[in-house]
């Protein structure tokens, strides 16, 4: 197995904020680590059950942008609902849609403790690579 | 540091040019303003090719400018102030940030050090009970969207109108706490839902109120026309911007341009975070709409955490507001696009002034500056990181002339969030600034880490190269006696 199947995800530095990279055997495993990746940031994933499920269909008009517009739909539902998720399942991933199942759960403020508030996926230095044993994606954050 | 050494231009002390010819499509040169020992540390990350990238942005005029406290940012660096011709140049997001009117609002008081000392840490309890802040934080005000839309339309009047604080505040915050143009239409429902919860909140990240004590005055007429008399006076420094719905504002607008850049304006960047469309498209106008309701509900935010500080400090000093005299000094926005008239070659011009991380730093005697610093010049306030100190600044010709009546906003990060994390513990940062008499109160005392004086330059520094470069001009130093961080 390659390195890419092994490893979910890594954090990155970056002078003001955030990044992360993000790993898989195929594009849709490395769309949901870096989902996961996220949640890294937000909280501990291990503290986060699955008590609810959220159906998402992406658009965008590249990949790129479809990434983009992943992670920040991710943002937005913690940000207004205050969802927490571990898990994505994606069902379908195309250059410019997206359709998954996500799944964990409301924020309990006295079970998980929260670490940085992530406010949006960027453009700035975003990566998604195809090599011999899969992908790399690369993210940064503004927080 | 070996490959720019060659290609940048000293101009003298505090000043490197990035030559036009660096690469192919700038348009104007690169104009940075640092010391020769900043200038090191700022080599060492791509904020300068951050600064050579802004030069291509269509109708940019005089330069592509960088702050002393520039680091790296998203497309733009931060730090960053560039300015486009109304007529035929572009306006960009990115040029804005996400966090749009980020900025800082500084309030006096008639309290000395003495008496605010035996009672800081149930004044802090005290003020991070009454200020909503932290992450997943709800705030103590409950708005319906068609409420939110008079929130985006009248800004901080909007607060006033229902209790938070007093219409003399609106004269001393810029703009008068409202930018014109603001049209609810052109924001989305994701924004709408991220902003309604969220008013009245300090949020988390960088964002702070801390109860500070002025330890020395420089300019001590123009002090005192702001109402800082004397050294050991007690001070409250409020940081924060337009929370989520600045961010959803600034996402849906660079989504909606990246689009269309390229293929309906044919203009080449060589970074996707630059993405920009003329001033005067149907785009860029929507975009300027929606900046301004994001600019509006963040001069609203400051102002409701204004009053819950009033009120706090009421309870826990047991005076009367008129005793305590905690009046607003000021409130500048550091991440915002404004349309001001500059004289360029001699010829008059409307330019749409993106300050990134950059403060308006307007001369005593501009007509867009209250009666009250028409002598003086318009209050430029810096803050530092928690450990250090903040500084007190007026505006000055030669930034009208040079920088856009621009200068620097803050220390900038010397060091990355997972760096400072990785060699602090936010447990020990706290102890430390408690042994050195600062009481910190945080949600998240991990995350203090992040935010402790060594992942900062110092403040100092950065103010010193911009008073000594004429952008503005030092009034007043303070430092933190009480920090509130969520």
Known sequence: MSEEVERTFEIINHTADVGIIAYGANIKQAFANAALALFSLITEPKDIEERLQRDLEITAEDEPALLVEWLNELIYLFDVEYILFNRFEIDSLTKTQLKARCYGEKIRPQWHKLKTGVKAATYHMLKIDKNGGGYKIRVIFDI | ?????????????????????YKPGMRVPGLIYASEAMLKSILEEQSLEQVANVAFLPGIVQHSLAMPDIHSGYGFPIGGVAATTVKDGVISPGGVGYDINCGVR????????EEVRPK??????ELFTNVPSGLGSEGKIRITERELDKVMIKGARWAIEHGFGFSEDLEVTEEEGCLDGANPEKISTKAKKRGIPQLGT????????????????????IA??????QVGQVLVLIHTGSRGFGHQVCSDHLRIMEVVV??????????????????????GKDYLAAMACAANYAWTNRQCITHWTRESFVKIMGKSLSELG???IYDVAHNIAKMEKYSVNDKDLTLCVHRKGATRAFPAGHKDIPQRYKRVGQPVLIPGDMGRCSYIATGTDKAMRESFGSTCHGAGRAQSRTAARRSL??????RELESRGITVKTGSISSLAEEASQAYKDVTDVVEVAHQAGISRKVAMAVPIGVIKG
């Not at chain 2, 540091?1 to 010819?21: A, F, G, V």
């Not at chain 2, 500084?106 to 050090?113: F, I, Y």
């Not at chain 2, 800081?120 to 309890?125: A, G, R, V």
Request: with cysteine; charged share 35%; proline share 3%.
């Open chain 2, 262 to 283: 390229q293929k309906k304006y044919g203009i080449s960047l060589p970074d996707r975070e630059l993405a920009c469309v003329p001033i005067n498209s149907e785009e």
């Open chain 2, 120 to 125: 800081i840490k149930e004044l802090i309890n």
């Open chain 2, 1 to 21: 540091m070996s490959q720019w050494e060659k290609k940048l231009n000293k101009i003298d002390d505090y000043r490197w040019e990035i030559p036009k010819d």
């Open chain 2, 224 to 229: 005192k026309v702001m109402g800082i008399d």
């Open chain 2, 425 to 430: 513990r936010g447990a020990e940062v706290a």
């Open chain 2, 326 to 328: 905690m009046k607003q």
């Open chain 2, 202 to 221: 300090l949020g988390s990240g960088n964002h702070f109120l801390e109860v500070q004590v002025v330890s020395e005055i420089y300019e001590r007429d």
């Open chain 2, 106 to 113: 500084l309030l006096r008081t008639n309290l000395t050090e």
